[in-house]
């Protein structure tokens, strides 16, 4: 592996859906609690690299393991 993208740090995040509540609202709830979004079940995930949007996708659940089946890319690549 060359050594330049060897160290480079790239945080992935996925997001479902999003929620407003107030703190002390979240604070309240326990182990197990509903948290509403503002997506419905056919929506895709979103998945960022680095906080920009790189692709939408669908959500997997297989035993233990959870995965995105990314269905499309999102912004410009050099392919």
């Known amino acids: 592996m060359p050594k330049a993208i060897e160290n480079v740090t790239v945080e992935v995040s996925v997001v479902l859906g999003r929620a407003n509540m107030p703190i002390h609202q979240l604070l309240k709830m326990g182990r197990g609690a509903v948290i509403e979004l503002d997506t419905v ?16 996708g669908d959500v997997m659940i297989k ?13 410009q690549y050099d392919d």
């Open 41 to 56: 079940v056919t929506d895709h995930a979103l998945v960022f690299a680095n906080d920009r949007l790189i692709a939408k």
């Open 63 to 75: 035993d233990d393991h959870v995965a995105v089946n990314i269905a499309e890319r999102v912004g």
